[in-house]
């Protein structure tokens, strides 16, 4: 086996060791040798109308890069310690399978532009795998809410129960933010979907002079407009980090509060024993650990993104090899969220709600309160007073104690001749979901409909997903 190296004519002697150890990708980089491969070809086939290649050479390497694609995805051509990168190896094994002509095919490109290339193919055909993880998530969450469109709960501010809710639109809460995350993954490939084919080092190819139709055989909508831009940016890698970090945090915020569902003392939700863990110690735990390892995971993805934007931000344009920690980056975002996504969907999925547990917990702490004072506005009182006789309701049942709903008409009206007794037809958590039937609301008509207008966009979204992109 040949070793090859993209550079070092002019070097007097070999590279040492420890430079090599350092330049190195890592084997995590050949992951992108899909890519390259239609890359290769796509160059091609510019080198065939500069009139580089003849048709039986491009023929020649086009045919042979395929046999290469075929036979890495089986693994019968693996890379050697020796490649450098991607490209070093893709390369070597062409040149030695087809010498001469196989090497004609490094004119007009460089290993600047193929590197942007290579990633930002990667990161749009990941962004539709990650994508249809997601929608599995929340194919798992709607399911869920679609059962729970009646289950009363109550909605939380500072942690401390505030008003009653249904089930189903806490859960549509975190479904909604999904939702952002997706249609985010859908903006960040408009914005990417230009090639830095043809920009070569960074001055742009003397050779390669129609980047525009290589753009369009993989998938872009054009070529980069500036070859400087085109080898020396990498907002798009940090615009995609910013995605899957939003898309952790998102998952990180679902993930606290299953561990409050499922605790001891909320018990609302009881996790299937094929998502959950034990102890090694006590016999009776069952611990959220998909739950405690996503929000975990969600730091990974927030240092990704500071990674990227840290080493981008003192760079002068165009090409520095500081820009090869893009990849590190980025693999690291994508394979936790494979692992991540898949995992909580499952535990979302077989998650065994308790409606009953869930029922007594919609009215403790004064959570039907807000329903007095509104039913006193509607009647006339400022809500500055309605407020304070609602507070004065609270007092006193603090006192007492009791629920709202358990004080005597005698003890409303000494706290105000305001307080009729019809008052207690609001005093309810049915009541209080009802009344809150505009247009975001908690009432069950309201969220059901929520819940279709999501389907309706998943739809959508699942659609774009399955449109893949000219190289994938």
């Known amino acids: 086996m040949s070793e090859t190296r993209l550079w070092g004519a002019r070097f007097r002697c070999a590279p040492d060791d420890a430079l090599m150890n350092l330049s190195r990708g890592g084997m995590a980089h050949f992951r992108l040798t899909h890519f390259d491969i239609v890359s290769s070809q796509a160059h091609a086939r510019e080198l065939l109308r500069a009139q580089l290649l003849s048709q039986t050479e491009c023929d020649a390497i086009v045919d042979k890069l395929s046999e290469f694609d075929s036979a890495i995805e089986r693994g019968d051509i693996t890379p050697s310690l020796a490649d450098e990168d991607v490209h070093t190896f893709m390369e070597r094994i062409l040149v030695d399978a087809l010498g001469d002509t196989g090497a004609k095919l490094r004119a007009g490109r460089s290993r600047n532009d193929q590197a942007a290339n290579n990633l930002k193919l990667y990161l749009r055909a990941e962004s539709r795998a990650l994508g249809s993880l997601l929608l599995e998530l929340q194919d798992a969450l709607m399911a869920q809410a679609g059962q729970h469109l009646h289950t009363l709960a109550p909605g939380f501010t500072h942690l401390q129960a505030a008003q009653p809710i249904v ?280 969220v059901t409909a929520q819940l279709q207008r999501l389907q309706q966009t998943v739809a959508a979204q699942r659609s774009w997903c399955q449109r893949k992109t000219g190289a994938a």
């Open 167 to 446: 089930f189903a639109h806490q859960l549509l809460a975190h479904a909604q933010t999904f939702s952002r995350d997706m249609s985010r993954f859908m903006d960040w490939d408009k914005r990417s979907a230009l090639s830095p084919l043809g920009a070569a080092a960074m001055a742009g190819s003397a050779i390669t002079l129609q980047p525009e139709l290589s753009a369009a055989e993989l998938g872009y909508d054009g070529p980069c407009e500036n070859s400087i831009d085109a080898v020396g940016s990498r907002d798009h890698v940090a615009e995609f980090l910013f995605v899957t970090a939003m898309l952790g945090v998102h998952l990180s915020r679902l993930s606290e509060e299953v561990t409050l569902w499922v605790s001891r003392q909320f018990q609302w939700v009881e996790l299937d024993d094929s998502f959950s863990t034990g102890s090694s110690i006590m016999p009776q735990k069952k611990n959220p650990d998909i739950a405690e390892l996503t929000r975990g995971r969600a730091a990974r993805l927030i240092g990704t993104l500071t990674t990227m934007l840290v080493a981008l931000k003192g760079l002068p344009f165009s090409y520095n090899r500081d820009l090869a920690e893009d990849k590190f980056a980025a693999f690291e975002a994508v394979d936790v969220l494979h692992k991540v996504l898949p995992a909580m969907t499952g535990m979302i999925r077989t998650m065994r709600v308790k409606p009953v547990n869930m029922l007594p917990a919609a009215t403790q702490g004064f959570t039907l309160a807000t329903e007095v004072a509104d039913w006193l506005a509607r009647r006339g009182v400022p809500f500055s007073k309605a407020h304070e006789i609602t507070g004065a309701m609270v007092k006193l049942c603090e006192d007492k104690p009791c629920e709202l709903h358990q004080l005597s008409d005698d003890e409303m009206q000494m706290i105000s001749p305001l307080l009729l007794p019809k008052v207690r037809t609001v005093l309810t958590p049915e009541a209080a979901v009802g009344a809150r039937s505009g247009y975001n609301g908690t009432a069950p008509a309201q």
